[in-house]
């Protein structure tokens, strides 16, 4: 499975766009890009998913640049309850296996 | 539905001791997998299963055992706990479809002395 290189931390205010980006230079053609958040300590939670096109459900969107090597989730009225560690993950394979890095601490301020 | 739930939610050990974590879910999927988070780290993969009687080593299998006797339930077990590893464990389930969105439960805190 690919990496991804994602920033450490991000601040966003409150009722703005929060815009977090993800590298995955090395993603295969078969590889999803995959969004999870975790807030303080509870377990992960499920945001959105995309493998080529551009995706949005009710929490999120999510942007892939065209050559696919770069991915932004993007919260467009970000609220303090979306204080929260953000994780992007690619993954290829039917065991549905996902290699969690560090993410990004995503810290929204009123 | 009560979605993915642990058991016990916190447990102390001794070095040495052994337990089992369950987890159950009741959402009918095929794959659970077992996770543990070190403080300040991502989630890391220890065992998993795509099927009843089924599994398979993750990232940081050792020190662990796992067993899948029924389909809603994933067993993980330790079998001489070590101070290394303290960690929250956290248990998910997905179906095996294309989407493979995994359902977490809210972790059991275990610190071994």
């Known amino acids: 499975d690919a990496k991804t290189t994602q920033p450490p931390s991000m601040d966003c205010a409150e009722g703005r766009a929060a815009n977090l980006p993800c590298n995955h230079s090395t993603i295969s053609g078969n590889e999803y890009v995959y969004w999870y958040r975790q807030i303080h300590s509870q377990g992960p939670q499920y945001i959105i998913h995309?493998?080529?096109n551009n995706e949005t459900n009710e929490m999120a969107s999510l942007i892939i640049t065209e050559d696919r090597k770069s991915s932004t989730l993007i919260l467009p009225h970000a609220t303090l309850r979306d204080t929260a560690v953000y994780y992007c993950?690619?993954?290829?394979?039917?065991?549905?296996?996902?290699?969690f890095g560090q993410g990004t601490t995503l810290q929204v301020k009123p | 539905n009560a979605g993915v739930t642990q058991t016990p939610k916190f447990r102390v050990l001794k070095t040495g001791q052994s337990m089992t974590l369950l987890c159950a879910q009741d959402m009918n999927h095929e794959y659970m997998y077992w996770y543990r988070q070190d403080p300040g780290m991502g989630l890391r993969l220890i065992h998993y299963?795509?099927?009843?009687?089924?599994?398979a080593k993750g990232e940081v299998p050792d020190g662990y055992n796992v067993s899948r006797l029924k389909k809603q339930n994933f067993l993980l077990g330790l079998e001489s706990a070590a101070p290394s590893q303290t960690s929250v464990y956290f248990c998910a389930s997905s179906y095996p479809t294309p989407t493979y969105e995994q359902y977490f439960g809210p972790g059991t805190r275990l610190t071994v002395t």
């Open positions: 993950i690619v993954r290829a394979g039917n065991t549905g296996k996902l290699i």
């Open positions: 299963s795509v099927g009843e009687g089924t599994t």
């Open positions: 995309g493998l080529k």
